[in-house]
C-alpha cells in the first residue's frame, strides 16, 4: 500500500509571516480597489500603497530567509484567484506567459533597497492609476509624483543619470508643470502617460533582475 507523503510542519515563524503577508495582500487588495471606485484620495492612497508595497517585499524575503518558496505560499493560498487587484499591483501591470497571473512582486532586491524599490514602484503605480481616472489627473497631483521618482530612481545604485526612464519622467514634468496646479489631463495625454508608466515600471523591474543576476 503506497504511503502519502507527510508534510513537514511549518516553523511558528514562517506560519506567523505567511499570516502577516496574506493580510497585507489582503489589505492592498482592498485599498486599491477602493480608489478605483473614487473612495479614498490619492494622497492617502500613494502613502497607503507604498506601506503594504514595502511590507510584502519584506516579508516575502523574510520568507525565503527561512527556505520557504514564494511561490508555493502563493499557489496554496490562491493568492492571484483571492486578490487579482492587488496582484495587478504587485506584478506591475505585467501579464506572465499565455495570460496567466504570476505574483512576481517588484523584484529579488536586497533587503536593504527593499523599501527604496518600493518608494520608486508606488509613485509609479499611483501615476498609473491617477492617469486612468480622468478629472481626478490634476497638474498638482501628477507632477510630486515625478519629482519623487526623479529623486528616488537618481539616487537609486547602478541607476545612470542618462537612463532612458529618468530623460522621460524629466521630460514629462517639466512640461507639466508649467501649466496651472488645477489643470487635468486630456483624455489623450492620461492615456499616452499611463502608457508610458507602465513601460517604465516594466523596464525598472527588467533592470532589477538583471542586477540580481549579476551579484
Known amino acids: 500500500m503506497a504511503v502519502r ?35 479614498i484620495q490619492p494622497a492617502l492612497y500613494k502613502r497607503q500603497l507604498k506601506s503594504l508595497v514595502s511590507d510584502t517585499v519584506k516579508a516575502r524575503q523574510l520568507l525565503e530567509a527561512e527556505g520557504e518558496s514564494w511561490e508555493t505560499f502563493v499557489d496554496e493560498e490562491k493568492i492571484a484567484e483571492r486578490f487579482p487587484t492587488a496582484v495587478k499591483k504587485l506584478q506591475i501591470v505585467e501579464r506572465a506567459p499565455e495570460g496567466e497571473q504570476k505574483v512576481e512582486l517588484v523584484a529579488q532586491t536586497s533587503a536593504r533597497m527593499a523599501a527604496k524599490t518600493a518608494d520608486i514602484v508606488s509613485d509609479l503605480i499611483t501615476l498609473i492609476d491617477i492617469a486612468k481616472l480622468g478629472d ?80
Open 136 to 215: 481626478v489627473a490634476r497638474m498638482s497631483l501628477i507632477v510630486p509624483l515625478l519629482d519623487d521618482a526623479i529623486i528616488l530612481l537618481t539616487k537609486y545604485p547602478n541607476f545612470p543619470p542618462d537612463y532612458w526612464i529618468l530623460v522621460a519622467m524629466k521630460d514629462w514634468r517639466n512640461q507639466l508643470q508649467q501649466r496651472d496646479p488645477n489643470d487635468t489631463l486630456t483624455p489623450e495625454e492620461a492615456k499616452q502617460l499611463e502608457f508610458q508608466t507602465v513601460r517604465w515600471l516594466n523596464d525598472f523591474k527588467r533592470r532589477l533582475r538583471e542586477m540580481a543576476v549579476d551579484e
Open 5 to 39: 507523503e507527510r508534510k513537514r510542519p511549518k516553523k511558528a515563524k514562517v506560519v506567523e509571516l505567511e499570516a502577516e503577508v496574506f493580510g497585507t495582500i489582503a489589505t492592498l487588495d482592498s485599498i486599491a480597489e477602493k480608489f478605483e471606485d473614487g473612495d
